[in-house]
């Protein structure tokens, strides 16, 4: 198990100071003094509003002292991993954050929670603070009974009773508003991985094809296990059955991710969604983003509420709190027509027989060369050099009986706006840069060398880089006073020679020397070989 | 491999429409009509000031869209996962934005953009633009040299361009900003995971004790491979390797996360610089955030900027894009001491040895069946049962002096205090609402029962639930005109019988039934076996 933290037992207080230290959560202070008190609350509070506190186990970040702050919550108590906090740190949170306005306490319906919130409300009364207490219970996988969890739902509850308590409302009307939101809300969680509450003898419960639906936010087993599939068969896994408890009308969605989840998988969830059923449904979107994650677990839930005006206009208010990502129409992507782009075939096409010849001749040893080619970069980079060498010449081939073949200035700048626009990687780039130069020349042997010389420039490599400079600089300089034949030949001896020189450009630069041993420069090879092909038939 | 994608080859456009109806990108737009550009634009922008451009290939998220809006990027140009746009693309982005006060495109130090934004900003030349182009190379892995890659410290050029620009400086002014904030600018990274660009067949080239420092963002292998470590131990690595390249005097930090470390992880990271001597460095800190990703890569980079006038009153500039997290002075960590909470003893000790007797002899069953009630809570929760009732008798055993003996009243509350404070688990907490409760009437009987009410109403659990209740129920209501050994038969029976019962409370109303088929719950069973254990001396 390979995961940052120095213990187990003392993550969560580096955690929480460390999230202080950060650029999200700077605005707040924490109390000091007991070892298992760990509360976040907001520095600017005065007590002359209800007061908001949330809490629960650790492992949830950023929930739920990512969300203190002003128009959410007041305080965040954070009990160890996955377990409740005790009734001190709770009673110690109430006691220092509640004033006559009162306090509110947001729990989630797990057994721990009810009995370490509950009976620090009671000591609180004791103490005479007005405190009133409401249990989420947003989870569906159980059904919506007593024992249904509360998971990331509770970030919805805490942002409608937030903003109501932001505008004074009294502590009745504050719990009513979160009664409301708790009644209206359900969430379902997709995983394709359990947690690691950081054992290293832990062993996953799935295999490489099963995911999980209905899941927990403390490692419990989902309620039914599922086949891995394409993502927008796991989103109408998730939504097809979250549907079937919505309430009439139109939904807010909250796009919740578990931990783990790359952002651009994450985004792609949204699209998934926006192709689904479910998409009727939803005006509003929240996320995606981590809001009650389970440490590393690769999944996500969904949270729905109803469109009602008072939870809208409370869910749209902003907020202090950086880890709240906003609300937005759902269906609003916006296009705009990509604007004109230059033409490629801007001149005649003519006919040369010659040069018809030698280009299909190079593209067809280029062609030919591309397992070759491919097996040569798989040892020293990606493997994909043939591949982008024989794509530019299967473009070139089927454009062919488009070329001003006649004019080699005009047919050096088509086939740089050619290989521009059609072919990949930096080798197709290069070879565009040379010939779009090339044919800003009269003389087309002239043209190649001021081509090199941009290639040179915009690519950044030297000489003896190991690049495909070093068979196209002693070839072009041969061509200068020569033919194909010495070009192809100071080709061979320029790529043979990088099988010696360090790489310092491109990729290779990356990999270790000896790997690079005896092995040439793909690009070096490639024109080596182009020209040797060629120049057999010239 | 286990992922949320359709296909890798429609995950870019997907998530780039997924975040376009996001709640964190919908006050963007992007451009419509080719399937290989992909521009993310300002729907705002009105051409008046310096456009800014930047982008690359894509597995980087929220690099580059996600910093699209006012205050940094006009636009971001989005390549193939890993590969980069293409000519066109870039093209198109600047022929979308640029207006009279010109274009600056700041580029990573990688060949294909290199290539790409190059040929692209003199294709636009040609015709009539005004463009610049600035090469951000921070990545100090390989030396600051010419092969130096860009990493996550171009976030900060985007944000310090971003700024100057929105101040209607002239593209001059704001391309010498970007050069500026490049050259003062060193990144490093570190990882315990390589990326899977969605290949099945991947196969890491880390074992479980490995990890990197000086890693690419595109999978390219750390410069150096190191031992996987405490947090402190890793951070110290990046750190230590990172200051020998700063300049004098005081830096801003950014924590970029690579993609797959859990939220907490990373505010843990946060606090493990604070402890390190670069913290001596470090006025400002940015982050923690995923700012510029490699997908699923668990890992983090450190950028750093010195702090200058005007690279602080940039970064400190608020920003419309919600992936920016923000800047804050570094050693701000601000605590409240923890309000005075009741006192657990306010009574005075005093003695009864038979009291005495039966509580020692109590807590030593419990903690002789330790081992056995963990053994049976593994079978079907989380396996601490056991030491929850343990731990609870080592703390009473531990204050027995301090203990008021002699009156029941005051016994049961004070137990009710200590075992609120220091008892772990639900359990705990459960007997200290009972015995607190019980404390609170005049006789200890039906004090016992008014405690048993009080567990239901908060736990949540009724009789039938599978729950230590189930044991106590009959327990305490054979003592109302009964003697110990009668409420221990009882509690027997009644532990026993939850053997046949589902499990409608607690953890262990996650475990399916056949798992749970003739195991008693660990909670009956261990009052149970205490009345047992009692009963025998009374």
Redesign the interface.
């Known amino acids: 198990?390979?995961?940052?933290?120095?213990?187990r037992d003392t993550?969560?207080a580096?955690?929480?100071?460390?999230?202080?230290?950060?650029?999200?959560?700077?605005h707040?202070?924490?109390?000091?003094?007991?070892a298992n008190?760990h509360?976040v609350?907001r520095?600017d509070w005065d007590k002359s509003k209800v007061a908001i506190i949330s809490g629960g186990g650790?492992?949830h970040?950023?929930a739920h002292a990512?969300f203190v702050g002003k128009g959410m919550l007041t305080a965040a108590v954070c009990g160890a991993l996955f377990?409740?906090p005790?009734?001190?740190a709770i009673?110690?949170a109430i006691?220092?954050v509640t004033g006559d306005a009162g306090c509110l306490l947001i729990v989630k319906?797990y057994?721990?929670d009810?009995?370490?919130f509950?009976?620090a409300a009671e000591?609180a009364r004791l103490?005479g603070k007005n405190v009133e207490l409401v249990i989420v219970a947003d989870d569906i996988a159980?059904g919506r009974g007593?024992?249904a969890r509360g998971i990331a739902g509770t970030v919805l509850v805490q942002k409608v009773a937030g903003y109501r308590a932001e505008t004074r409302a009294s502590l009745a009307e504050v719990k009513q508003a979160a009664a409301d939101a708790i009644k209206g809300t359900v969430s379902l969680g997709l995983s394709?991985?359990d947690v690691n509450v950081y054992d290293p003898e832990h062993k996953t419960r799935l295999n490489?094809k099963e995911?999980e639906l209905g899941l927990?936010i403390h490692g419990?087993?989902g309620t039914e296990r599922i086949s891995?599939d394409?993502?927008?068969v796991?989103v109408s896994k998730a939504a097809d059955t979250l549907v079937r408890h919505l309430t009439d009308g139109q939904h807010v969605i909250m796009?919740n991710m578990l931990?783990?989840?790359?952002?651009?998988?994450?985004?792609?969830?949204?699209?998934?969604l926006?192709r689904n059923s479910i998409a009727d449904r939803i005006d509003f979107?929240?996320?995606?983003?981590?809001m009650m994650?389970s440490?590393?677990m690769?999944g996500?839930s969904l949270s729905a509420i109803p469109v009602r005006a008072n939870f809208i206009e409370a869910l749209q208010s902003p907020v202090e709190p950086?880890a709240w990502?906003?609300?937005?129409?759902?269906?609003?992507?916006?296009?705009?027509?990509?604007?004109s782009?230059?033409e490629t075939f801007t001149y005649q096409p003519s006919s040369d027989p010659y040069m018809r010849n030698l280009i299909t001749r190079g593209a067809k040893v280029l062609i030919d060369n591309e397992k070759d080619l491919n097996a040569l970069d798989a040892q020293i980079g990606d493997g994909d050099a043939g591949s982008t060498f024989a794509e530019a010449s299967r473009v070139i081939l089927k454009e062919i009986d488009r070329l001003p073949l006649a004019s080699p200035k005009e047919l050096c700048e088509t086939l740089g706006r050619l290989l521009?626009?059609n072919a990949?990687?930096?080798s197709g780039?290069?070879l565009?840069?040379m010939f779009?130069t090339a044919g800003q020349e009269k003389s087309w042997r002239k043209g190649l060398e001021a081509g090199l010389e941009r290639m040179h420039r915009?690519?950044?490599?030297s000489a003896g880089d190991r690049t495909m400079l070093d068979a196209l600089f002693p070839a072009i300089a041969a061509l200068q006073n020569g033919n194909l034949d010495q070009a192809a030949k100071a080709a061979r001896e320029g790529a043979d020679a990088t099988r010696a020189m360090p790489a310092?450009?491109?990729?290779a630069?990356?990999?270790?020397k000896e790997q690079l041993k005896n092995i040439p420069d793909p690009g070096a090879e490639a024109i080596a070989r182009l020209l040797e092909g060629i120049s057999e038939i010239s």
């Open positions: 198990m390979k995961r940052f933290y120095n213990h993550l969560v580096e955690g929480i100071d460390g999230f202080l230290r950060s650029s999200t959560g700077h707040l202070c924490r109390l000091d003094g007991h008190i509360v609350l520095r650790s492992g970040e950023p990512g377990a409740s005790n009734v001190d009673l110690a006691l220092e319906n057994t721990g009810r009995l370490n509950g009976l000591q103490l159980l007593p024992h394709l991985s490489e995911a927990g419990e087993p891995v394409k993502l927008d796991l796009l931990g783990a989840v790359p952002v651009l998988e994450a985004q792609a969830v949204v699209d998934a926006y979107l929240i996320g995606p983003a981590p994650t440490l590393d690769y996500f950086w990502p906003g609300i937005t129409p759902f269906r609003d992507l916006q296009t705009r027509p990509t604007p782009l230059p521009a626009r990949g990687g930096s780039v290069l565009s840069i779009a915009y690519g950044g490599a310092r450009a491109g990729r630069a990356y990999v270790p």
